[in-house]
């Protein structure tokens, strides 16, 4: 029965990935996506705790545990255990990292100087980020361009983007194997910069923040290489970014709620706690 279950929840979530976007429901962009996103592997951690809880022994209606699904909860959830102990290591490095880099303030903000010719700018860390941003940059950039790259930033701090992408990162590694995880990975961090750039351009021109991403999308591709700090940063440009970043410019001069982000509907979150109403079944 357990078997059964784990089969059942595994279609579930495969389903979610494949079908999840023509949900009649209404929501948001940012809704759709983190739900379709997150919900697949929340709903098999949760059927692996579920079966881990009622063991390899008794039944359950009528149906007899078998080691062999109990196995397979343990492996997959000892998986997602050995991944987030991997990603806490690198995130906690990354940190250790960019505690040697040189400090300075530019326009009364605090921020971590790196060493390269990279326009390169990023928040680092996990609830209280810092801002690093790099030599290049500022060779790049004028005050104003400059101004707009830090608020765009700032907007990251604002809605710790750092802290909640860190764990959105864990999930997309333990269900790299389901479909469209890539696919909705990119388009989280394209809705994550669109927020930083609507949410910027309240206190900068947004033509100015516009032309900040023109001018740093130039320079980088005359640069071959990026050297990112990892799994703790929400950075200002991302290379594999490139290819959207027409609807990148276009979205903060939209004044529709296409982009508006609206949180997650956590009536239908609800539903990773489904495998845990089969334990007291099990005898």
């Not at 059964?4 to 940012?30: D, E, H, K, N």
């Not at 605090?110 to 810092?130: D, H, K």
Request: net charge neutral; with cysteine; proline share 4%.
């Amino acid at each position: 029965m357990h078997l059964m279950m784990i089969v059942t929840m595994l279609t579930v979530a495969i389903g979610v990935r494949l079908f999840g976007r023509f949900c009649p429901y209404q929501m948001s962009r940012w809704q759709r996506s983190l739900i379709v996103f997150m919900l697949p592997p929340l709903l098999l951690l949760m059927t692996a705790i579920a079966v881990i809880a009622m063991g390899y022994h008794g039944e359950m209606l009528g149906f007899r545990a078998s080691r062999f699904s109990y196995c397979l909860a343990v492996a997959f959830l000892g998986f997602a255990i050995i991944r987030a102990i991997e990603i806490n290591y690198q995130g906690w490095s990354s940190l250790q990292q960019i505690k040697h880099y040189p400090q300075k303030k530019i326009d009364n903000n605090p921020v971590r100087m790196i060493e390269t010719n990279l326009p390169y700018s990023a928040q680092v860390g996990f609830w209280n980020s810092e801002l690093v941003i790099s030599h290049g940059l500022l060779a790049t950039l004028d005050k104003d361009h400059l101004k707009a790259v830090i608020a765009h930033e700032q907007a990251h701090a604002y809605y710790h983007d750092t802290f909640w992408f860190f764990w959105l990162g864990w999930l997309k590694r333990i269900s790299f194997w389901l479909p469209k995880t890539n696919q909705l990975w990119q388009e989280l961090l394209l809705l994550r910069e669109i927020r930083a750039d609507q949410q910027a351009a309240h206190t900068v021109d947004p033509l100015i923040l516009a032309e900040s991403l023109l001018i740093i999308a130039q320079e980088i591709n005359h640069i071959a290489t990026a050297k990112p700090l990892g799994v703790v940063e929400a950075t200002f440009h991302d290379l594999d970014m490139d290819n959207r970043l027409e609807e990148r410019i276009n979205a903060l001069f939209n004044e529709s709620d296409y982009f508006r982000f609206d949180g997650i509907d956590w009536h239908l979150m609800l539903l990773i706690l489904l495998p845990l109403v089969s334990i007291p079944f099990h005898r």
